[in-house]
């Protein structure tokens, strides 16, 4: 059996009882240990009874002594990894879906292509081979039931509409540029906005024309323009002339003008504010033909793909996505 002194080397709080007893009118000895020591079985009753104290009820202090105050089982070893450096688990890369692979391949495929303008027959081949398969995977397939996702402004990115090529064609003038094809949409007010940015050292201005739509059918719309609108244009303060354009094949050095554009910067700087503050002109479309149809064959949260009714086909790119980025 483990004697007392034993049992104090357990690491845990240990219980102190102290007992106060009077003063005993008897002695209690102890007798050594031997089998012809033992008392008899009236003697052994005899020096424990409880009558020989005159105060039968012992009175007990417990006292607790603290051990560790955070653990009673003493303090938690932390375990440590060989060679004591914590290891953190990072979990693996979530893998693109098959629908981001493809977007992304699209988007790659229209760079520098001039929204379709530029476009080789072979890109061309490509471009629609992966409109194809995303319009096989639209994970939208009734559009006119998710107008929210209709909501906000995109970006012309290509194209096949042989109508748009005379005005895609102008940035290949000297000194204008188109710098943006857009298409604005409203699905509360059922409002469309299509309006085309030019920009050239000079100034920018725009022109839009203003429409409303209605649901023909899960994917289609019917659209009606009402009225056109010329931009203001706003001027630069500051001009930036390039050292030479290349017009009809040919070089022209701009290098003489340059003293003349320096002499009048100061005027067209407060020519531009006076300008710029005049309101737009805007003019109504009352012509019948001024309607078309428009089909949504893929849409989500940044990504476009529509058919005209003259079989064209239209990508849009939600303004502020990364695949607007090249």
Known sequence: ???????????????????????????????????????????QHRSISVKEFTNPKPKFTAQATNYDKE???????????????????????????EIELLKKQLADSLYGTNR????????RAEIVELITQLESKNPNPAPTEALTLLNGKWILAYTSFSGL????????????????????????????????????????????????????SPKRVQIKFEEGIIGTPQLTDSIVLPENVEFLGQKIDLSPFKGLITSVQDTASSVAKSISSQPPIKFPITNNNAQSWLLTTYLDDELRISRGDAGSVFVLIKEGSPLLKP
Do not use: H
């Not at 104090?8 to 020591?37: A, D, E, G, W």
């Not at 290949?172 to 409203?186: A, F, H």
């Open 165 to 216: 090529f005379p005005l895609l064609s102008k940035g290949n003038l000297p000194l204008v540029r188109v710098e943006e094809i857009s298409q604005t949409i409203d699905s509360e007010s059922f409002t469309v906005q299509n309006s085309v940015v030019f920009a050239g050292p000079l100034a920018t201005t725009s022109i839009s024309t203003n429409a409303k739509f209605e649901v023909r």
């Open 71 to 97: 653990d009673e089982w003493g303090p938690e070893v932390e375990q440590i990894r060989p060679g004591g450096v914590a290891v953190v688990e990072e979990e693996p890369p979530k893998e693109p879906s």
């Open 1 to 43: 059996m483990a004697s007392i002194s034993s049992l104090n080397q357990i690491p845990c709080r240990t219980l102190q009882i102290t007992s106060q007893y009077s003063k005993p009118t008897s002695k209690i000895s102890t007798l050594p240990i031997s089998s012809t020591n033992f008392p008899s079985k009236t003697e």
């Open 116 to 123: 379709g303008l530029s476009a080789s027959s072979e890109t």
